[in-house]
């Protein structure tokens, strides 16, 4: 089964890299000792590419998902399938 989100996979998967390398990039930096700030503004660098990961995907989702669901007159539980994971992924 192929989903919407793979006309981005190369994309999402490139973007997930990138956030694995800024993660080992943390650990050196705490090997490392260093300042406590600049840690602090890479782990938010982490959290927001995270964050536009799952959006990508929540939209993908939506767009393909749900609106095929819909389509064929069974949305009702795909939209409270997204509604649970919005609730999931906006918790703090």
């Known amino acids: 089964m192929a989903y919407k989100y793979s006309s981005n996979k190369d994309t999402l998967l490139s973007r997930l890299k990138r956030i694995?390398?800024?993660?080992?990039?943390?650990?050196?930096?705490?090997?490392?000792?260093?300042?406590?700030?600049?840690?602090?503004?890479?782990?938010?660098?982490?959290?927001?590419?995270?964050h536009q990961v799952g959006l990508s995907l929540l939209e993908s989702h939506t767009k393909g998902c749900v609106a095929d669901a819909m389509e064929d007159n069974n949305g009702d539980d795909k939209i409270e399938e997204l509604m649970d994971v919005i609730r999931q992924f906006t918790k703090s």
């Open 20 to 50: 694995e390398g800024q993660v080992r990039g943390i650990q050196k930096m705490i090997e490392d000792d260093r300042y406590c700030v600049d840690i602090l503004v890479q782990i938010a660098a982490i959290k927001s590419a995270i």
